[in-house]
């Protein structure tokens, strides 16, 4: 990436403790368009915590966090939604179908038509179901088309693979990789590697 290319993301000296263990201290990086980091540690090392903070869910002890350079804030007044997060709630409402379910995603997000992200995620038959009909992992795959909906420049994942067979494995790394296309940022927490066909994924070891 040009050298010059401001990061989305930065981090400066984050700290954050659960009662008397630290998770992670000092932590510090940037993250720019396009790119693909996978954050990889053992179970209770921080993976999820650091997701959270990077979506505003939680605020770390101490550390600053920027968003292009301004404050983490900023990341609010873009166009559209700067942020997903992605996690094992799904963030679904099991009484409304499909499409009905995607198109308020997309209401509030980028304004993408609902055909398009049924097309590109495999959903097209299922578009009319309502989600608590759905095997966990069509729900999966319906959570990942909300990303899709929403059109944020960044994905937080985690543990994106849980639930998912191998062709929608194959199906997820294809959509994070036309994100990453596009010009987006994705981070992701996850246990094994995903079937990448371009992308090679930064590491990030927590605890390392």
Known sequence: MPATQQPLISLENL???RGERELFGGLGGSFSSGEL?????PNGSGKTSL?????????????????????YAARLDEPHQAI???????????????????GYASGVGAGRPV????????????????????????????ALA???????????????????????????SSLIETHLGEGGLCLFA??????WSAAAPRILELGA
């Open 15 to 17: 700290h954050l403790r």
């Open 37 to 41: 980091c996978w954050l990889r540690a």
């Open 51 to 71: 997701l959270r903070i990077l979506a505003g869910l939680i605020t770390p002890d101490r550390g600053i966090l920027r968003w292009r350079g301004d404050s």
């Open 84 to 102: 997903s997060y992605l996690d094992d709630r799904l963030g679904l409402s099991r009484d409304l179908s499909v499409s009905q379910n995607l």
């Open 115 to 142: 055909k398009d992200i049924l097309e590109k995620a495999a959903l097209l038959e299922l578009a009319e179901r309502p989600v608590r009909y759905l095997s966990t992992g069509q729900k999966k795959r319906v």
């Open 146 to 172: 909300r990303l899709l909906a929403e059109g944020a420049l960044v994905w937080l994942l985690d543990e994106p693979a849980n639930g998912l067979d191998t062709a929608n494995r194959a199906l997820l």
């Open 190 to 195: 996850s246990h094994d590697a995903l079937p």
